[in-house]
C-alpha cells in the first residue's frame, strides 16, 4: 500500500464530476488500499478518490476505527431527518463550517467484490457518506455550510 497525496481547495481536479467504475481492476482494488491508509494517516472519516487526483466514483469512509466503508459508485438511495453540524475536509486543513445534512442516509454502492450493497448510517456516518458522495460530483462542503467557524471557537 502507499499512501497518497491529498489534494488541497483550489485545484480544480476537485470540481470535476467523477466518472463511474465500470469494472472492478486491480488497479481500482489497489487504490482502495491507498485511499484507506491515506484515510488513516491523515486521520480522517473519510476521502474520495478525486481527493488524490483520481476522477472515478470511489469513496471510503470510515467514522469507528475499525469500520470501513468502501464505495465504488455510491448513490443516496433514501434520506430522513436532519442534522445540523460541524464540518471539516482533508483538502482544506484546519477549517470548520456548519452543514446541515440528513440525519439518516441509505446509500446503495458496490463493493470491492463488485457486490452491490445498501449501507444505512445515521449522524456522523451519514454526514460522512453525504460530504464524500458530494466530493465524486465536485460538491465542497463549503458550498453548503451556513457558516465557517472563526479559529477562535475551535478548541
Ligand atoms: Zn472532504
Redesign the pocket.
Known amino acids: 500500500m502507499a499512501r497518497l497525496t491529498i489534494i488541497k481547495e483550489g485545484d480544480d481536479t476537485l470540481r470535476k464530476v467523477c466518472r463511474p467504475v465500470t469494472e472492478i481492476t486491480p488497479r481500482i482494488l489497489r487504490l482502495l488500499d491507498d485511499m484507506v491508509e491515506t484515510m488513516h494517516h491523515a486521520q480522517g472519516v473519510g476521502l474520495?478518490a478525486p481527493?488524490v487526483g483520481i476522477l472515478r466514483r470511489i469513496a471510503v469512509v470510515e467514522t469507528e476505527p475499525g469500520t470501513v466503508y468502501e464505495l465504488i459508485n455510491p448513490e443516496i438511495i433514501a434520506s430522513e431527518g436532519e442534522q445540523i453540524g460541524t464540518e471539516g475536509?482533508?483538502?482544506s486543513p484546519g477549517e470548520y463550517g456548519v452543514v446541515t445534512r440528513p440525519m439518516t442516509v441509505t446509500v446503495r454502492a458496490m463493493n470491492r467484490k463488485g457486490e452491490i450493497i445498501c449501507y444505512t448510517g445515521s449522524e456522523l456516518l451519514a454526514r460522512a457518506f453525504c460530504?464524500e458522495l458530494d466530493?465524486l460530483d465536485g460538491i465542497l462542503?463549503k458550498d453548503k455550510a451556513s457558516r465557517m467557524l472563526d479559529p477562535k471557537e475551535l478548541d
Request: hydrophobic share 25%.
Open positions: 474520495a481527493q475536509c482533508l483538502s460530504h466530493h462542503y
